[in-house]
């Protein structure tokens, strides 16, 4: 069984569209994130989410927003797509991050490849 | 504010030879370190991790790395490569302070070839 998935896995679509990318984790972690992979391959945390709560928001435009429904899901929602948005986007989780005893390892889906035209 | 220096983009090397991929951190506090290996088209995998304890780490597919406190490095080692162990490789640290999301180094792509 998946752990992390992402749909879709490919997606392209035109400049100034609005576009959203899912992400469901059936691991019973309480903390979910979102990494942007550019064109040379450089990772970047975008957003954190812990318990449904935004607890990570790095200097994202507004235009991206993380919608999180409940704890097994961490949604991606990009509004008016610019060509620089073009990456492979990863969806992670981890248990409760305040279990401050052991660091709880974070678990990736298989990323969502976005080409915008 | 903790980054991630991964010393080489690129590494050629011979099939069943040693490998070894930089890495070094700065923090002004304690960190835990990764590494994360990549195959192409795919997601991360987790290779290994230094939380605390023995300073050598022994993970998958035979690789292991050696936390240095004092030159701040996390090199990842494996004594004799496979073709199969061509991928790219990411050394990254997390941040306790911040929801323990990972900063990642810039990778560096292991090529191995006969």
């Known amino acids: 069984d998946t752990a992390v998935s992402q749909t879709p896995k490919y997606l392209v679509t035109q400049m100034g569209n609005d576009k959203s990318i899912k992400c469901e984790q059936n691991?019973?972690?309480?903390?979910m994130y979102w990494y942007k992979q550019d064109s040379k391959k450089f990772l970047k945390i975008m957003f954190s989410?812990?318990?449904?709560?935004?607890?990570i928001n790095e200097t994202v435009p507004n235009r991206f927003s993380p919608k999180s429904p409940d704890k097994a899901h961490l949604n991606l929602h990009i509004n008016s797509l610019e060509l620089g948005d073009s990456a492979v986007y990863f969806c992670?989780?981890?248990?409760?991050?305040?279990?401050?005893?052991?660091?709880?390892?974070?678990?990736f889906g298989p990323g969502t490849r976005l080409t915008v035209l | 504010a903790q980054s991630v220096t991964q010393l080489d983009s690129q590494v050629p090397v011979f099939e069943e030879a040693p490998v070894e991929l930089r890495c070094n951190y700065s923090?002004?506090?304690?960190?835990?370190l990764f590494w994360y290996v990549q195959y192409p088209n795919q997601g991360l995998q987790l290779l290994l991790k230094?939380?605390?304890?023995?300073?050598l780490v022994k993970g998958i597919n035979g690789f292991e790395a050696e936390f240095n406190k004092s030159q701040t490095s996390f090199h990842l080692r494996k004594p004799s490569v496979h073709i199969s162990d061509t991928a790219e490789y990411f050394c990254?640290?997390?941040?306790?302070?911040?929801?323990?999301?990972?900063?990642f180094g810039k990778g560096t792509s292991l090529l191995v070839t006969p």
């Open positions: 990254a640290v997390s941040r306790p302070n911040s929801g323990y999301a990972l900063n």
């Open positions: 691991l019973g972690h309480d903390t």
């Open positions: 230094y939380l605390s304890g023995s300073t």
């Open positions: 923090s002004s506090v304690s960190v835990y």
């Open positions: 992670a989780s981890s248990q409760d991050r305040r279990k401050r005893s052991s660091y709880n390892e974070q678990f």
């Open positions: 989410y812990n318990n449904k709560e935004l607890i």
